[in-house]
């Protein structure tokens, strides 16, 4: 895969290039550099990403010893690991700190931090070089202590020392060279004559290992850290000594110490960028990958396919599909858009892609069994002549579905608002017609003189009246009904009765009435159903006015054929059915029953027959009320259907 592919995020690019220290990224299989910081790169006149390490890096015509050391290689991620490497293009000692971490893709890659420790090594080389001469004239003896004085006394950055060390006692030193007062910030004379004033300052733990190695009478070599007196600064040495038998009792040590302050500076400078770097790096992952229904991107364009270079991995929980498996094939990603989108969504995405503007879609995605509404925002920059696009998906499908049910509410206080208008206008007929017909006859009924009626004719006014006046008071009734049932303070009071005898008294009141003398239709009460005793505990009141809206509506709008009601028992209660052959109800206004203000018919029709359409509500709320179910079938012209049934209880006396 292309090594333009792996680059970190631009925040975590950022970070790298204005690091005080030189970082670069290599693949632990490959060695290829994949990643290296402007500090690292300004040091060459050439370019190093896409290299060996060993052919930028080293002098070997391969992989460098270190690279070939498998245990190291099976250290815990991010645990660091020093070496030396030299350049011998640059003539350069570089010290190496390098982690095992994760790449992007997953990979293993080896993140190193290293710096230029040259004049240390050649200065390690000097005293390395100073302290071969010296040992050669102390073994040969042939050298003069003058010689070897006025050498020692002139190393910068280091000093020689004697000790004598006789059993049960306090060493003593015997000699040291100028280097110990400069850089240790100590009275050559006062240590000789009280070397505990020395040990005073060494650390203790150091101080146990020096004097353990000694008891063994064998050379040694360790770190050795010491406070000076005089600043309090923290000094790093490196100790080396040599024990020789002076006579059979005493043991005289020959020693360097060298300065290694500034490399232990360097390391831990080293130590600490390198643990900002990681550090930098997992909250720049975990924030990506925290991110609320969201998730960051990356992609480019290879031989005309799209590939994911990079994503979050909060991507894979909110699309439900395998990242790995879209880094593979991107195409995965776009077959999932939902089919319905698809024309337009898919060619938006491709032909943006090596666009550099600004681009947006929006669109539905298939996540398993969820359908996702995503917000696609993206934007393209160029490296290495290859167009990029960053960007970020949002889940905006909570967003999409509060819109839905903002719509929904405004257009359902809209109709609502235009039913009540409707209603109203129709209540102002319905109350000013019967209205009408009163104030009329009653003054045709209190007219006198030669304009007086027989009184035949003033019973029949007031028959007139008298309908009216109780159309009106149906009509009041029902207002009331439907106000209480609106605010929830519509009440049922079962008791025990016998439904047989209900049924046929609302049977003979309709039969009797004018309203069935004037429809040449068959008039039906089914009593098949009916049970033997007919005794249950029922609101009556309630059930009759039920059965009364609807009988009296089916005989309204029944012109032909009948009207047929009836009911029979079923488990945990009674089933009620009114049929007619009517003119039926619209499949769309079936959903609109059992609402206030709903009128069943168009405006045709409602001027036709009348009536003000809440019968129908007070029906359906009241078998509701009663914990019944309502339900109902109708077709345009055939007639309608209902069936209720209602929870109840059956006595026997």
Known sequence: ???????????????????????????????????????????????????????????????????????????????????????PDYKMWLQMNDSIAKWTDGRNVHLITFADVTEIKNNEAKVIEYKDKLEALLAEKTESEERLKAMTDNMPHSFSFQLQRNPGEIPRLLYASKGIETILGVNMQEVGQDITKLWAQVHPEDLENMETAAKANKPFKQEVRFTRPDTGELVWLDFAEIPRNNNRTAYIWDGLALNITARKKIEAELKLSQTELLLKAQQINDITNNIINSAIYRTHVEDGHIILDYASGNLEQMLGHSIEELKKDFSLFLAYIHPADKAATIPRIVGTTQNLEPAVSEFRFLAGDKVLWLKMQSKGFVRDGVVYRDGIVYDTTEQKNLEAELIAAR????????????????????????MNAIVGFLDLVCQEGEDAIDSDTKKEFMEIVTK?????????????????????????????????????????????????????????????????????ILDYTRIRQILDNLIGNAIKFTENGYVKFGYNVVPDGVRFTVEDTGIGIAKEKLNDLGKPFNQLHDASLAAKYGGTGIGVAIS???????GGTFHVTSELNRGTRFVLTIPCEKVHE
């Open 468 to 536: 009216n006046a109780n159309q009106l008071l149906k009509l009041i009734g029902d207002l009331l009904d439907i106000s209480k049932i609106d605010a929830g303070q519509m009440k049922v009071t079962p008791e025990a009765g016998n439904l047989n005898e209900l049924m046929k008294y609302i049977y003979f009141s309709f039969a009797a009435s004018k309203a069935m003398n004037n429809k040449t239709i068959d008039f039906v009460y089914d009593e098949s159903g009916e049970d033997a005793q007919g005794l249950f």
């Open 1 to 87: 895969m292309n090594n333009k592919n792996l680059r970190n995020t631009d925040p975590l690019q950022i970070v790298l290039d204005n690091t005080m220290a030189k970082v670069y990224v290599c693949d632990v299989d490959t060695y290829e550099i994949l990643f290296a910081n402007k500090r690292l790169k300004s040091d060459y006149p050439y370019e190093i990403e896409g290299r060996k390490c060993w052919e930028a890096l080293s002098s070997f015509d391969g992989p460098c010893p270190y690279c070939k050391l498998h245990e190291v290689m099976k250290r815990p991620l991010g645990e660091p690991y020093q070496w030396e490497n030299y350049n």
């Open 411 to 434: 257009n359902k206080a809209e109709e609502s608002d235009k039913l009540k208008s409707t209603f109203m206008a129709n209540m102002s007929h319905e109350i000013r017609t019967p």
């Open 620 to 626: 359906k709320n009241l078998v509701q009320l009663m």
